[in-house]
C-alpha cells in the first residue's frame, strides 16, 4: 500500500503484513479491520478472583468481566494487548455497556477507559464497590484511530 503513488481518498487494500484491511483517509492509511483476537488481563480493580475474556479483533470486540472479591478503586480492571501493535497511538477507545449490570451500574461507580497506547489499552475502576463479586459486566469496545 505504501508504494501506491498518489492513492484516492476511501481506496481499500487488504494489507498482508498487518492480515487486514486498511482505508486511505486523505492524509495517511488507517487500519479497518484485524482478524486476530487481542488479549486481555485482569487487574485489581476487578477484585481477587475476577476473570476477564474478549472476543473481537484490534479494532472491536465485546469484553466479559466476572467480578472478584475486594476491587480496588481507581485501580485497572482490565488490560486489553492488540494483538498487533500500532504504528501510532490510536486516539482513544470507546467503551459501551452491553448487559443489565453494565448498565444499572450507578455513574460515579462505572468503569472507564483510562490509557490508550500502540500496545493497549487500560479501563480504571472509579470506584472500590463498582465491581460486585460473581457479577458478570459485558462491554463492547471501538478503538478510534
Not at 51 to 59: E, L, M, P
Not at 77 to 85: A, K, R
Not at 103 to 120: A, E, N, Q
Not at 125 to 130: E, F, R, S
Amino acid at each position: 500500500k505504501e508504494a501506491i503513488a498518489s492513492p484516492r481518498q476511501g481506496l481499500e487494500v487488504f494489507d498482508t503484513d498487518l492480515d487486514g484491511k486498511c482505508l486511505y483517509d486523505g492524509t495517511k492509511w488507517v487500519r479497518l479491520s484485524q482478524e486476530s483476537t487481542p488479549s486481555v488481563a485482569v487487574g485489581a480493580g476487578a477484585g481477587t478472583g475476577a476473570t476477564v475474556s474478549v472476543v473481537g479483533n484490534d479494532i472491536e470486540g465485546v469484553i466479559t468481566l466476572t467480578g472478584g472479591t475486594g476491587a480496588t478503586a481507581s485501580a485497572t480492571v482490565f488490560t486489553l494487548t492488540f494483538f498487533d501493535s500500532y504504528t501510532t497511538a490510536p486516539h482513544g477507545v470507546i467503551i459501551s455497556e452491553s448487559n443489565q449490570k453494565a448498565l444499572l451500574m450507578p455513574i460515579g461507580r462505572k468503569p472507564g477507559y483510562d490509557t490508550v497506547s500502540t500496545t493497549t489499552f487500560t479501563v480504571i475502576n472509579a470506584a472500590a464497590n463498582g465491581i460486585i463479586n460473581a457479577e458478570v459486566y459485558i462491554y463492547a469496545y471501538r478503538v478510534i484511530q
